[in-house]
């Protein structure tokens, strides 16, 4: 028992050794550059069946799959959390919406930063073809683990994110800090969509 509980604490210690040293992922800019950008970005909505609950990312994609239809864009991602029957996002439903959303995000200086997102419930979020946020469940309005990323130029960056929210609030955000400074709340002027 003792060398199990002892191989499980090295496993451990390995294990946050490994992310504390990983090197950040690296972003790919968008080629070519977009240029003429709208603010913000674009959104579709799939809502649940009468037989259907959102409790996972496989459910949010198959819904959009089958139904999602393109909604109101967001203005980025500050949409703080909730009041109980207030809509989520730009949707027209409080619970049980399931959204694709899509566009570019802009860094302004090369170099690496951490970034992270508050999520109410389940989230997929890729920047420049890397995974930078994913919590596949349900929870009120937390973060998700923070990412280190490599920015290799100014520019922008693809941004993809699913996203459902099931019951009760919602609320989608998203965190940066150029390495060494302080987390802030990304500013909706950094979102563009064609």
């Known amino acids: 028992m003792r060398t199990l509980r002892l191989m499980s604490m090295a496993a451990v210690s390995l294990l946050c050794a490994s992310v504390a040293f990983a090197a950040p992922l690296k972003l790919t800019p968008a080629s070519p550059q977009p ?11 799939a809502y649940a069946t009468e037989d259907q609950d959102f409790r996972s990312l ?4 198959s819904a959009l799959k089958a139904r999602g239809k393109r909604g109101k864009p967001l ?16 949707s027209s439903k409080s619970e049980q919406v ?15 930063y951490t970034l992270d997102f508050f999520t109410n419930d389940g989230l997929l979020a890729t920047i420049g073809g ?16 923070s990412t280190e990323v490599e920015v290799p130029s100014a520019g922008w960056y693809k941004f993809n994110a699913l996203y459902f929210n099931r019951l009760n609030t919602s609320c989608l955000m998203m965190r940066w ?12 002027n950094v979102f563009g969509r064609k």
Do not use: H
């Open 98 to 112: 399931a959204a694709s959303v899509n566009g570019y995000i802009r860094f302004d200086s090369p170099g690496v």
């Open 130 to 145: 890397q995974q930078v946020g994913k919590f596949d469940g349900r929870q009120t309005c937390d973060s998700t683990f």
């Open 75 to 90: 203005r980025g991602l500050d949409y703080r959390d909730t009041n109980l029957g207030e809509n989520t996002l730009t």
């Open 58 to 61: 496989a459910n949010a994609r």
């Open 177 to 188: 800090a150029a390495k060494g400074g302080a987390m802030k709340w990304v500013p909706n």
């Open 35 to 45: 240029g003429g950008l709208k603010s913000g970005l674009s959104v579709s909505y």
